[in-house]
């Protein structure tokens, strides 16, 4: 990607022999997300493989950061900027994002990070905007103070308006919470892998490496970590011992109500955690289908179920068109992890700031009605269907539920059985959520205390939906 070429003269100019920087990488995957060409998921893979662990590490902070806190950054931008950019100048956009990001974020000096912004105006070889970039981090340095409280009072709730405005609309009572959440960290959290492990074992086995760690209130595997770590420094990590996933997602294996003997399948898989937990519950099914319609994502559910020694059958394929792959069995268990606007993981996906549009919203909600229709028919009578999503708008969960079961005279709720103070229910779990018209949903809230911070309050947003396929 970073290979040297030659100038005219047959050698190489010193500009292309110098080393790419981790800025300089940072610029080119933000330029690509402000022209909303891939994501941070994509992008920084194939941009940072050959850096170093230290490198990596520091375009994750640039890019991350600055898509968190970009509408804000924008906002300053508008203050400083005369006029707006063309659109073909996105890289320049880039550039001072990355700089006020640093300016405001970071502990860069303030010289560094204005050199390095002003040099890389070089590399996308326009020496016009040279000026321009000076000026603007200049002008924001003498008076950062009052140009940046300025900047967060007009975006708010540093998200796009219509996002806001559909999370007010929807959560009335919880938004400024969920605002706060999503402008944040999130946390490492951990599924123990109970084949090896009970959860209160493997805290024992951190706590001996010198890592603490909380229980999880509503994951019987659950495990939240108080400062993150590398994988690597996890006990018996590659051995298969434990993997991060977040508690929300955790509860699909619980509430699919596995047994052994049964055709599961996992629907839009990747990168497969739920493929592996699925695995780690029942050891005794009879098979596991794991479709997903992307290739390169299908690498991650094989290096997951290699690591973790589970058995699935992994398919590329589209699970909207399960005439392409489907044996013509019926599976007694599917999980519709379905592709949605991912509104519930917007602290772990923070580019959604940048990239989702109320468009992609109503496409996404036709192609879950789509998918919903698709497997139904692969249901064996009896069995149960799980529809989940990582999105916190109720026109892709709730509404999209209503819509089937008004359609579909086989297709039943199946109502969720959950502990209670004084009694314990077979095949019952934690409550969780809010009750909705149809299914329960999982908000990212902002605890009150550091307790609450460590597992109470916080999760991921989910949606989940439990359905019965009864005889005709």
């Known amino acids: 990607m970073n290979k040297p070429t030659k100038n005219a003269k047959g050698g190489q100019s010193k500009a292309q022999t110098k080393k790419t920087t981790p ?13 909303q060409q891939g994501s941070l998921a994509s992008l920084l893979p194939q941009y940072t493989s050959e850096l170093s662990s230290q490198e990596q590490g520091f375009v994750k902070e640039l890019c991350y950061g600055c898509c968190r806190w970009y509408p804000t950054l924008n906002e300053v931008l508008n203050q400083l ?14 550039i001072m994002l990355l700089g006020l990001y640093q300016l405001e974020f970071l502990r860069t000096a303030d010289y560094a990070a204005i050199n390095e912004s002003v040099n890389a105006v070089a590399v996308v070889k326009k020496p016009w905007a040279k000026k321009l970039v000076n000026a603007v981090l200049r002008n924001f340095q003498r008076d950062q103070r009052s140009i940046f409280d300025k900047a967060k009072k007009k975006s708010k709730t540093n998200h796009p308006a219509w996002l806001a405005a559909e999370i007010k609309k929807s959560w009335p009572d919880y938004a400024e919470s969920i605002f706060a959440a999503n402008n944040q960290s999130p946390p490492l959290t951990l599924r123990v892998n109970q084949q090896q492990y ?20 509503i994951s019987k595997n659950g495990l939240y970590l108080k400062s993150p770590v590398p994988v690597t420094s996890l006990p018996n990590f590659s051995e298969g011992a434990v993997s991060v996933q977040d508690e929300a997602g955790q509860l699909a294996a619980s509430l699919l109500q596995l047994k052994s003997g049964q055709r599961v399948l996992d629907a839009c898989c990747a990168p497969g955690g739920k493929t592996c937990h699925i695995g780690e519950t029942e050891p005794e099914l009879a098979s596991i289908f794991a479709v997903d319609l992307e ?18 059958k992994v398919i590329c394929g589209d699970a909207a068109e399960p005439a392409q792959w489907w044996d013509g069995q019926a599976f007694d268990r599917i999980l519709l992890d379905a592709p949605c606007s991912a509104t519930g993981i917007i602290r772990r996906q923070p580019d959604i700031k940048l990239l989702r549009e109320p468009e992609h919203v109503q496409a996404l909600t036709q192609l879950q009605h789509r998918l919903l229709w698709a497997l139904w028919p692969l249901l064996a009578d009896g069995g149960i269907l799980l529809y989940a999503t990582c999105s916190i708008l109720p026109q892709e969960n709730t509404k999209v539920i209503e819509q089937f079961l008004g359609s579909v005279p086989d297709a ?6 959950f502990n209670t103070d004084d009694q314990t229910l077979s095949n019952s779990m934690p409550l969780f959520g809010i009750e909705q018209p149809f299914g329960r949903q999982l908000l990212p809230l902002i605890g009150k205390s550091e307790a609450d911070n460590m597992g109470n309050q916080n999760h991921d947003g989910f949606y989940y939906c439990r359905l019965k396929k009864i005889k005709k």
């Open 198 to 217: 009970s959860r209160e074992q493997y805290q024992q086995l951190l706590v001996d490496a010198g890592i603490e760690a909380a229980l999880a209130p």
């Open 81 to 94: 900027l005369r006029q707006k950019l063309k659109a073909k100048d996105a890289d320049i956009k880039a």
């Open 295 to 312: 290739e390169r994502r299908l690498k991650r559910v094989h290096e997951n179920l290699e690591r973790l020694n589970i058995n699935a």
């Open 23 to 35: 800025r300089i990488i940072a610029l080119q995957i933000l330029t690509q997300l402000l022209k």
């Open 412 to 417: 039943v709720i199946d109502p969720m059985v």
